[in-house]
């Protein structure tokens, strides 16, 4: 195996230099870091990691915890917090909860272990356990999409009530008077804010937010086809749903097909998220779409500017606007509704 010596010598440099472009600390000529970068990849040398941390007491490595990794919100996120990463030369290990507290639990006990640097978080839920823990360890953490409420925590999210509310008065606007929410679980911040903003638009319009319209579930395909189904039954029937995200709003697209409903004519929809365009081949929602690349970009810059102890004492939030896109999945409600 090779040594950090026979780099050097390849190299026609010192070893100091050598350990230099690694670590990426001190001045190097591009032509030296270029020479010592092709004599690294000609004789496969690894440098010993242990040995790195050890001596920076940094592990250059870093975690993100998504909730859900088969949504490509949390991929696009995911790629966010890799490039920035990779570009400060750290790694990322990659954890998926599928929701559940139980297994965040887990995965942030055994990433201690691994002595990661810092944790991007999506909490599972609105529970401080997890964050209690680093806190503990004084690893830094930065919470991505939720928050916990009473626990303050750097954050990166993007404004879910905010989003809500113009999407519902979108509606309103349209002329839909009975708009039910179909939303994700009460625990979690994202679920919570987005009704939040449906009731905002309502009340502000002098509409009744009522109740019997608010459903909340599982931020999943079954999640939005069963609170679909649910709102179908209401008496009078809503004449538009607001999903709380992209996977409810397919779910509710089956109930309503299986219900024989048209949407916009019968009834109209409207989203938090858009479909990534590699997957909608005619895009129709219409939608809020939260800027998930820039969200797991910004939460990495925080995390390692805290690591380098850098930014304010007290916590930083940053919120960034959803943007919006109105296409033909709302339209006005079916005459006799006006
Ligand atoms: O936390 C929520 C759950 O779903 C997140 O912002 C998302 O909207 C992503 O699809």
């Known amino acids: 195996?090779?040594?950090?010596?026979?780099?050097?010598?390849?190299?026609?440099?010192?070893?100091?230099?050598?350990?230099?472009?690694?670590?990426?600390?001190g001045?190097?000529?591009?032509?030296t870091r270029e020479r010592v970068e092709q004599a690294i990849a000609e004789?496969?040398?690894?440098?010993?990691a242990l040995a790195r941390s050890l001596r920076f007491k940094q592990t250059q490595t870093i975690a993100l915890i998504v909730t859900d990794i088969t949504n490509p919100f949390f991929t696009t996120i995911a790629r966010g917090v890799e490039d920035t990463a990779s570009e400060h030369g750290f790694s990322v290990i990659f954890c998926n909860t599928d929701e559940s507290r139980e297994e965040e639990q887990e995965y942030v006990r055994v990433l201690i272990q691994k002595q990661i640097d810092g944790l991007l978080l999506v909490p599972a839920r609105s529970t401080p356990d997890s964050i209690a823990l680093l806190q503990d360890k004084t690893i830094p953490v930065v919470l991505l999409d939720r928050t916990i409420p009473g626990r303050p925590a750097d954050t990166v999210r993007c404004d879910s009530e905010l989003g809500a509310?113009?999407?519902?008065?979108?509606?309103?606007?349209?002329?839909?008077?009975?708009?039910?929410?179909?939303s994700g679980p009460d625990e979690v911040t994202t679920a919570t804010d987005r009704v939040a903003g449906w009731r905002r638009a309502l009340l502000e319009a002098g509409l009744p937010a009522l109740d019997d319209l608010v459903h909340y579930g599982a931020f999943s395909v079954d999640g939005g086809y069963q609170m679909a189904r649910q709102a179908l039954a209401g008496k009078p029937r809503p004449t538009a749903l607001f999903t709380a995200n992209n996977f409810?709003?397919?779910?509710?697209?089956?109930?309503?097909?299986?219900?024989?409903l048209r949407v916009?004519?019968?009834?109209?929809?409207?989203?938090?998220?858009?479909?990534?365009p590699t997957m909608a081949i005619d895009p129709f929602f219409t939608a809020a779409?939260?800027?998930?690349?820039?969200?797991?970009?910004?939460?990495?810059?925080?995390?390692?500017?805290?690591?380098?102890?850098?930014?304010?004492?007290?916590?930083?939030?940053?919120i960034l606007?959803?943007?919006?896109?109105?296409?033909?999945?709302?339209?006005?409600?079916?005459?006799?509704?006006?």
């Open 165 to 182: 509310y113009h999407l519902v008065r979108h509606l309103i606007e349209l002329g839909h008077r009975r708009i039910a929410v179909l």
């Open 27 to 31: 001045y190097i000529s591009p032509d």
């Open 43 to 48: 004789l496969g040398y690894i440098p010993n």
């Open 289 to 318: 779409m939260q800027p998930a690349y820039e969200m797991g970009q910004q939460a990495t810059l925080l995390l390692l500017n805290r690591l380098e102890g850098k930014g304010p004492e007290t916590t930083q939030e940053l």
């Open 248 to 260: 409810i709003a397919v779910g509710a697209m089956h109930a309503l097909r299986e219900a024989g």
């Open 1 to 25: 195996m090779s040594t950090i010596a026979d780099v050097a010598r390849r190299a026609g440099v010192s070893k100091m230099t050598v350990s230099r472009v690694i670590n990426n600390s």
């Open 264 to 276: 916009p004519e019968d009834i109209s929809l409207v989203t938090f998220d858009d479909l990534p």
């Open 321 to 338: 606007p959803p943007q919006f896109v109105y296409r033909r999945s709302s339209g006005p409600p079916p005459p006799e509704d006006r």
